[in-house]
């Protein structure tokens, strides 16, 4: 099991009126989240109680973040997955930690909240952590996989679930007023 990888952050500062003029289809997102097998399996994920084009239109700027992971060395896909995973929680800890510096600001994590081992919106309660929950890019109807190429020039990667990809990444980043 290799232990080393490299990580790499890419940067930078999108107006928001912009984004959701190039990257917003929340018709798109919503039907590409349903298909996902943990679709309203926590308080992150659609069907919100609220309009996610209004959320984004309470912020003026988005400092768009992504960490790119490589896999270079990675044995077995559950390997990949696994830095992704650990990854995942820096990053997301870092984002929420940024709100710090900016007032007003809300932070964006890579895809959806995992702070719970079971959400309690499975159960019909309120989140337990709303205090740290954040939404995901792609939740709120931005297209990610269209931001990363145009803002820092290299695609997002999937696995077909048997293959591995050379790198993943994480997406998300910091809205401001």
Not at 83 to 110: C, T
């Amino acid at each position: 099991m290799s232990t080393t990888y490299d990580k790499e952050r890419f940067e930078t500062i999108l107006s928001v009126d912009d984004m959701l003029d190039k990257y917003y289809d929340y018709s798109l997102t919503f039907r590409k989240c349903s298909e996902c097998p943990g679709f309203g399996g926590t308080w992150s994920c659609p069907v919100f109680d609220f309009d996610p084009l209004a959320y984004w239109k309470q912020f003026r700027e988005f400092r768009f973040i992504v960490d790119r992971v490589s896999n270079e060395g990675a044995a077995t896909v559950e390997e990949a997955q696994g830095r992704l995973f650990a990854e995942k929680k820096v990053y997301d800890a870092e984002m929420l930690s940024l709100e710090g510096f900016f007032p007003g600001s809300k932070s964006l994590a890579a895809q959806e909240c995992n702070l719970c081992k079971k959400c309690a919106r499975l159960s019909g309660l309120p989140c337990v952590h709303p205090d740290s929950m954040r939404y995901a890019l792609e939740s709120l109807g931005m297209l990610a996989v269209r931001m990363v190429p145009d803002c820092f020039g290299f695609d997002v990667l999937w696995s077909d679930g048997t293959s591995i990809p050379d790198y993943y990444i994480l997406a998300g980043g910091l809205l401001t007023k």
